[in-house]
């Protein structure tokens, strides 16, 4: 399911039906983006920070909705390097530390998963729109 569900993901900019349609939690008209598959129905947001109480350690923290469930997911780093005029910025997901609900609303956890790697591999750094010469790098230690 990886290779299928990673050509369809895109980062765009939210429309207002859509903040609507899934009640994100955006003011309309703000120009949040979010990574989403129009033909599967999926999307994922959020982004990398860093966490006090982590000892400003960077995760990963998303929501992924995907076959009608909305997942909390909080993953841990490996590293990150933006990159630089001759360098492509990469990233390393080093695993998945959270997932709620813990039954994954009856999913499977291979499939979610590959839905979740297919939409961080097209997130990148940012989940916005390409700006640098390079493609991001994403590597995936799970």
């Known amino acids: 399911m990886f290779e299928a569900t990673q050509m369809g ?20 008209g703000d120009g949040r983006y979010w990574t ?12 990398i920070i860093e966490n006090y109480s982590r000892e400003y350690v960077p995760e990963g923290r998303f929501w992924l909705f995907t076959r009608d469930t909305l997942l909390d997911v909080s993953l841990n780093i490996d590293h990150v390097d933006s990159g630089s005029l001759v360098d492509a910025p990469t ?12 039954d994954l609303g009856g999913l499977d956890m291979k499939d979610v998963l590959s839905v979740l790697r297919g939409a961080l591999a097209v997130f990148g750094l940012d989940g916005e729109e390409r700006r ?6 994403v590597i995936f230690q799970f």
């Open 36 to 47: 989403r598959d129009r033909e599967l129905d999926c999307y994922l947001w959020g982004g």
């Open 91 to 102: 990233i390393a997901w080093k695993e998945v530390s959270h997932i709620q609900p813990r």
């Open 132 to 137: 640098g010469p390079f493609e991001p790098i």
């Open 9 to 28: 993901f895109v980062n765009e900019v939210v429309s207002d039906e859509d903040i609507a349609r899934y009640n994100l939690p955006f003011k309309p």
